[in-house]
Each structure stands twice: as structure tokens, then as C-alpha cells.
């Protein structure tokens, strides 16, 4: 007995849902703005529209409790206007939950009008379409309902009232605004076209690869750099590039802070670091005393940028730049010989040496994608350079002497970095 209970209690729910879920049907939900205390204008093709003007009030209050205090009356002036009315019968007739909200719009510049002089009321618009109630949201926001669907029509009017209040006032009410906070808001930007920040600043922190290649260029160009191997610490083919010696392919480190003026023009300040091995030839025996034998690059970069920002959506900026810009490189040296080797050889003391510091150019672009307008991340690819201030073939007559290296250096790189952002406007 209990369990046929059970089934029975089980049914009748199931037959309920259903039958709530058929009762109405919700077209689409913009999600409106609900004013505390709000002014509901009640819009009707009907002689006698489904739901009553009071009743409908205490609807709402028994739906949301802090709707406050509302008003509702019918929408008399619209009733009585043939423009108004005519819109009436065309929308009620073309209401369809397959409709998207602009294929409804109002384009009779009059009734346009009307929209746009409601201020912070709403209207409501319900009409009869066979045993269906029609229902549509209005505000002075568009000229297009923002939330609309259809309730089952029944002789009981404070039923349908509790549906309406039911489907579309359950958001939370918001403090209804003065004139001066309404005229404020009138004045003030579109969230996708906000005022241009005076003053822009960014931090970040990144990682990225180079190499001598630069894509979409002949491999002819760089064989000579890639394949090449250093003999005797210091005979390569030619010593005009540091690719001659080192690994030219490598991960780096970045360090950049930067700045914009009117997301237009600005200065980047960058820091790179990178550890290269020198590309010794393994068939030379004179290797057999050295254990390894690097360099870390350290390069000091400043550019001047040129951006332009684009909101896609309030929450993401996209920010695309190029830059161009000169650097400071500099080559530390690493190097040590085997535990077992107590006198060098010739050779290792007579090895390359880099210039105090080299000199460069670099030009490329990339792009900041800001999320919640404060956290980046930075996408960035160019080509750098760098070069001694005078070149002078290495002499014949000057082979106990170190060689210096490196007259002319061209890589390409590519980095992503994690970015911070504060604006001053």
C-alpha cells in the first residue's frame, strides 16, 4: 500500500511539472534591468487585457520581495495611438520563440520615439493569440522587447498575473535613479568605447625562442651559421657572426616594463636571458681538456611602441603594437676545464673573445590581450641585431692573440609573457 503511494505522489508530480512546463514558454531573456519601486505600464491589444493592473502589482510583490512599492497601470496613452497599436498587432502576430529579439524591433521612427521617453519605466506588453498569452518586455534601452514568451490563458486573472511575475520579475531590483543620475548615464560611454586612458603602464614576465633563421627565408642564408663548428677555440669558416660560434637556436628569459600615452605611443624597457654553447667541433682533440664551454647572453632593450586598443567585449582588451628599438648585448663567459687537466693548452688560452658589449637594432610586433582590464598576456615576434662599433678581419700575424667576434648578428624570436596592467586616466 505505502508503495503504491509512493508511485501515485510520484505521478502526480511528474504530471504537474509537465504540465507547468506547457502552461508557458520562454522565448528569450536579455536579462532587463528591475527597478525598486518600479512604474509597470500594463500594454494590451485586448478590450480587457488577461491581467489586472492591481492584482498584478501584489503579484510581483508576493514573487520578489524586494521589489518595493511598484506601480502598475495601463499603458492608456499607447492604447489610444494607431502607430502604437498598429505595432501591437504586427508583433503580436509575429511572436514566434524561433525569433531572435531584433527581428521584432519597432522601425517606425515614432514608435521609436516612444521607446526611447519611457526614462526608467517598463512596459508590458500582453495579448491574446488563440488559447496563448502573448508577453513582451520594453524599456527605453531599445526599441525591441528585452525579454518575451507566451502563458497558457486562463479566466483566472491573478493566476496569470503570479505567471508573468513569475517568468520574468525574479532578478534582483536595483535603486531606481534621480534625473541627474539618469542624465549622467545618458552622457557616459558605451562599456565597449570607454574614454582612452591618458596613461597606460604594464609589467611583465615571459618566455620565448630565437634563432639565425628568419621564416620565410631561403635556408641558404644561414648554413654557413648553422652548420659551422669552432676548431682550436677560434677557426670557423668566418668570424662575422656570433652564430659562427654559438648555438644560434635557443629558449630565453624576459624581464619588460612598458608604458603608452592615449594607447597610441609609448616606451618599453626589456631585459633577455639566454645560455648558448659553442658549437665546438667534436673531432678536434684538443677539446679532450675542456669540460664545457658557454656563454649567457644578457641583452638591455628599449622601443618605442605604436598601439591601438579594440574592446571585442566588456571583459577583454586587445591591444596589437609594433616596436622598434635599439639593444645592448652582453656575453658572459663560461667556461671550465677537466678536473684532471692542470696546464692548458695554447689554444685555450689563446681562445675568442666577445666585445665588452654589443649593439643592435630590433623592430617586430605582437599584441596584449588584457582580461579584466588589469591581467595580460603579451605575444610579441621581430628580428634583433647586434654588432660591434668597427670590424677588422682577424691577421695571420696575430695567431697568439684572442679573436674578437661578432661584426654582424641578425636572429628572429618569438616570446608570450604573463602582464599586469594599471591605467591612470
Not at 500500500?1 to 505521478?11: C, G, H, K, P, V
Not at 491581467?51 to 510581483?60: G, M, Y
Not at 531584433?102 to 526614462?119: D, T, V
Request: charged letters at 25%; aromatic letters at 14%; a negative charge.
Amino acid at each position: 500500500m505505502r508503495q503504491r503511494l509512493s508511485i501515485l505522489i510520484f505521478a502526480v508530480t511528474v504530471i504537474a511539472l509537465s504540465a507547468n512546463a506547457l502552461a508557458h514558454d520562454k522565448f528569450f531573456n536579455e536579462h532587463p534591468t528591475l527597478w525598486k519601486d518600479a512604474d509597470i505600464l500594463i500594454w494590451s491589444l485586448d478590450k480587457e487585457p488577461v491581467i489586472d493592473p492591481k492584482e498584478f502589482c501584489l503579484s510581483l510583490k508576493r514573487n520578489n520581495s524586494g521589489i518595493g512599492e511598484p506601480k502598475c497601470r495601463l499603458q492608456g496613452e499607447w492604447m489610444r495611438d494607431s502607430v502604437a497599436m498598429r505595432y501591437a498587432a504586427w508583433l503580436n502576430a509575429n511572436m514566434d520563440p524561433a525569433l531572435k529579439p531584433e527581428y521584432l524591433r519597432a522601425r517606425h521612427p515614432a514608435m521609436q520615439a516612444k521607446f526611447q521617453a519611457l526614462e526608467d519605466q517598463i512596459v508590458l506588453f500582453v495579448a491574446k493569440n488563440g488559447n496563448m498569452v502573448n508577453v513582451a518586455w520594453f524599456d527605453e534601452t531599445a526599441s525591441e522587447p528585452k525579454a518575451a514568451g507566451s502563458i497558457l490563458l486562463s479566466p483566472d486573472r491573478v493566476s496569470m498575473g503570479d505567471e508573468i511575475a513569475n517568468m520574468f520579475f525574479d532578478a534582483k531590483p536595483k535603486r531606481r535613479l534621480s534625473k541627474d543620475e539618469r542624465k549622467k548615464m545618458q552622457t557616459e560611454p558605451d562599456e565597449y568605447f570607454q574614454e582612452v586612458p591618458i596613461f597606460k603602464m604594464w609589467a611583465g614576465i615571459g618566455m620565448g625562442y630565437s634563432q639565425a633563421q628568419v621564416p620565410l627565408t631561403p635556408d641558404n642564408w644561414y648554413s654557413s651559421h648553422v652548420n659551422s663548428q669552432v676548431r682550436n677555440y677560434r677557426v670557423t669558416k668566418d668570424s662575422l657572426s656570433l652564430w659562427n660560434f654559438l648555438d644560434d637556436s635557443d629558449p630565453y628569459f624576459t624581464l619588460y616594463l612598458g608604458a603608452t600615452w592615449y594607447d597610441f605611443i609609448g616606451l618599453e624597457l626589456t631585459y633577455h636571458y639566454a645560455k648558448h654553447h659553442v658549437k665546438t667541433d667534436p673531432a678536434d682533440t684538443v677539446y679532450q681538456e675542456l669540460d664545457y664551454w658557454d656563454f649567457h647572453q644578457h641583452e638591455i632593450g628599449l622601443s618605442a611602441m605604436f598601439s591601438r586598443n579594440y574592446r571585442p567585449a566588456s571583459w577583454v582588451d586587445i591591444t596589437p603594437f609594433l616596436f622598434v628599438g635599439f639593444q645592448y648585448s652582453f656575453f658572459v663567459e663560461s667556461i671550465e676545464l677537466n678536473d684532471d687537466v692542470k696546464t692548458p693548452s695554447k689554444a685555450y688560452k689563446a681562445r675568442i673573445k666577445f666585445e665588452d658589449a654589443y649593439k643592435g637594432a630590433l623592430v617586430g610586433f605582437g599584441s596584449h590581450f588584457i582580461f579584466l582590464k588589469h591581467y595580460g598576456i603579451g605575444l610579441r615576434t621581430g628580428i634583433s641585431s647586434r654588432g660591434r662599433n668597427t670590424y677588422v678581419d682577424p691577421s695571420p700575424d696575430a695567431a697568439a692573440e684572442s679573436t674578437i667576434i661578432g661584426g654582424s648578428t641578425i636572429d628572429w624570436f618569438i616570446g608570450a609573457g604573463l602582464e599586469y596592467h594599471l591605467y591612470l586616466f
